[in-house]
């Protein structure tokens, strides 16, 4: 929470309302950045990963695995069922756009789009948006503040989490002149509040959505602000989108060598079998291997699958990204909402039964490295790195509760034989589940009443099967019965949103920028949130306080100690049995997709490829 001190300018600002219209008291600012500066200046033409020179046309063919029955990812009903490319991180933000645009190539900077410029104090007591002129909706219509007022409105009152509480850190929103738009904030916001408005929202055209029909979350006709706008739809099975040769934005600096399609076309497939095939016959033109989200990272596929003619004749090219972010955390996640797994010495004492080496050597190819914290591999993470005394007085008494190892950085899960039946760990399982008042009795892992202990585990494609699978193996040996029940894409969607589980298998990614997204996955606010990431069903103010003190944080040194600390706690907590990591990203392409040299810090940017054929 803010400070008295800290409070001072914001005072200051409340009395500048007093002022003469036109009083600055900011300056207008190309880019705005989480710390720091951004890295590019004023007068930068272009993001450094990009291909400015490169002509527009052609197409591509996209294809994903899943169904869509919905154009509006911004309500609960379509949370996770719309069509790609509406609001979409990989293939573009096709249709809506958020008010500054994202480079992959810093930690977390942001540069002008819809809004051309922005305003702030160095509190962040308040955040002003200066709307492009240009800006124009697909049907010609200006965008303006009224637009921006009228989203986020919107958005609070039938949006889902986390745009629905977008609002919560705002004390005013306010119009200023024909092009301005004003956040003032209250005590309920943090430092990060201002860049999560500027590039996490979609901006939506008031003229064009009735608010009555907006949590309807069907397919009618849409009007954005993005650079393509839809040319075919067909439910459940594809979409194509076309390119909008008025978009307004095409010449920003933001902007330069993006879109370079003249149409998109994604398709959708019942198997990732299935969508390989249409790879290999060329009906889609890109092939991602290793879909950590949803478990079908297999090297095995990667090495072994392309002997067939498109490859031997140099038609498809295997490109290996190497983005320098942290490994983030894929495994499976225990709902501690569960009686059954409440008791953290019971989920330690799962985590422990899980033979990660047979796992990696049997059904993944043997090529995968162990998940050991969630900011691995980076700065910020606690594995590798001892807590220092500044991340130590953050943690206070929660540090006194954890094992020394994981203090000193070094804590790791329990390495194997890699026979599937390491009698030394699985003692070390047993013995934890002792501790939680469990004991083996005609072969059944019971609690003292005689129950054993069971849980399902809800898994949506054969490749996360096959991991369930492997993990009920090992849990046989002990007794545990683990049951395995696989769902369609649809009940496993709002079986999600629900929470209506035992156990599933997720990935939490990572950034060097973690923030306002980790209350959407850990804070005891979203843990009974519908729709929320809180797949855990965390609640715990150790880990709340810790999430408030990485927004605070000013310098460079504070976030570090506070992302540390956080992670030694996610790992302290166990609610997660960590799997594995890839480190590099796969994808396969036909050789007539063509890609910038230079990879950003976020790996591969499919928004910046083009097609060579129109060159």
């Not at 979409?88 to 809506?96: A, I, R, S, V």
């Not at 007591?125 to 303006?144: C, Y």
């Not at 033109?285 to 297999?298: F, R, V, W």
């Given at each position: ?349 799962l985590s422990y039964a899980l033979d990660f080496e047979w796992m ?247 928004q910046t490829w083009w097609d060579a054929r129109a060159q």
């Open positions: 929470m803010r400070n008295l001190a800290a409070l001072i300018p914001a005072l200051f600002l409340l009395g500048s309302s007093l002022l003469p219209a036109g009083t600055a008291m900011a300056q207008p600012l190309h880019g705005i950045s989480m710390h720091g500066t951004p890295a590019l200046p004023a007068d930068f033409r272009h993001f450094p990963y990009v291909n400015p020179d490169v002509k527009k046309g052609g197409r591509i063919s996209y294809g994903v695995v899943g169904t869509f029955d919905s154009l509006n990812p911004f309500v609960l009903k379509g949370m996770r069922t719309t069509a790609r490319g509406v609001w979409d991180p990989e293939f573009g933000n096709l249709l809506y756009e958020p008010l500054m645009q994202r480079s992959t190539d810093e930690p977390f900077s942001l540069y002008g789009l819809l809004a051309e410029t922005a305003e702030w104090d160095e509190e962040r007591s308040f955040i002003q948006f200066n709307i492009n002129p240009k800006a124009k909706w697909s049907d010609g219509q200006p965008v303006t503040p009224d637009d921006v007022i009228f989203t986020f409105n919107l958005l609070k009152e039938k949006g889902r989490p986390p745009f629905n509480s977008r609002l919560d850190g705002v004390a005013k929103l306010e119009k200023i002149g024909d092009h301005g738009v004003r956040f003032t904030f209250n005590d309920k916001a943090n430092r990060e509040t201002p860049l999560i408005l500027a590039s996490a929202t979609p901006i939506l055209p008031k003229h064009a959505i009735d608010p009555e029909k907006f949590e309807q979350a069907g397919l009618g006709a849409v009007v954005g602000s993005g650079p393509y706008r839809i040319k075919t739809l067909r439910p459940g099975e594809r979409i194509i989108w076309e390119r909008n040769p008025d978009y307004w934005g095409k010449d920003i600096p933001g902007k330069v060598g993006f879109d370079n399609y003249d149409e998109i076309s994604v398709t959708y497939f019942l198997q990732v079998t299935t969508m390989f095939e249409a790879f290999k016959k060329g009906d889609i033109d890109i092939y991602p291997e290793g879909d950590a989200i949803n478990g079908t990272s297999d090297t095995s596929h990667w090495g072994q699958a392309y002997n067939f003619p498109a490859v031997h004749r140099g038609d498809i090219v295997k490109d290996v990204f190497q983005p320098r972010l942290p490994s983030g955390m894929f495994g499976l996640v225990f709902n501690t909402r569960r009686a059954v797994f409440a008791d953290e010495k019971v989920r330690e004492g990696n050597r049997n059904i993944l190819g043997g090529a995968f490295k162990r998940t050991q914290s969630y900011w691995q591999n980076s700065p910020l993470g606690a594995f590798g790195n001892a807590a220092d005394s500044r991340e130590l007085t953050l943690l206070g008494d929660a540090a006194k509760t954890m094992p020394p190892e994981l203090l000193a950085g070094t804590y790791a899960m329990p390495t194997t034989d890699g026979s599937g039946a390491d009698r030394k760990v699985l003692k070390m399982a047993v013995d934890k589940l002792k501790e939680a008042g469990y004991s083996i009795k005609n072969g059944r892992m019971s609690d003292a009443n005689g129950r054993q202990l069971a849980f399902e585990i809800m898994t949506q494609n054969p490749a996360q099967e096959r991991i369930a699978l492997a993990y009920q193996r090992s849990l046989n040996l002990i007794g545990v019965a683990m049951g395995i029940r696989s769902v369609d894409d649809g009940q496993y969607q709002a079986r999600s949103n629900s929470f209506d589980y035992d156990m599933i298998i997720r990935s939490l990614p990572s950034s060097l920028s973690p923030g306002m997204e980790q209350l959407n996955r850990w804070s005891s606010l979203s843990r009974d949130a519908q729709g929320s990431f809180n797949y855990a069903g965390a609640a715990n103010p150790d880990i709340d306080r810790m999430i408030e003190a990485l927004l605070q944080a000013r310098s460079t040194e504070d976030f570090q100690a506070a992302v540390r600390g956080y992670d030694r706690l996610l790992v302290a907590g166990h609610y997660v049995i960590p799997l594995y990591y890839i480190g590099a990203q796969w994808i396969a392409r036909w050789k007539y997709i063509d890609r910038p040299d230079i990879t950003p810090i976020s790996g591969n940017q499919k």
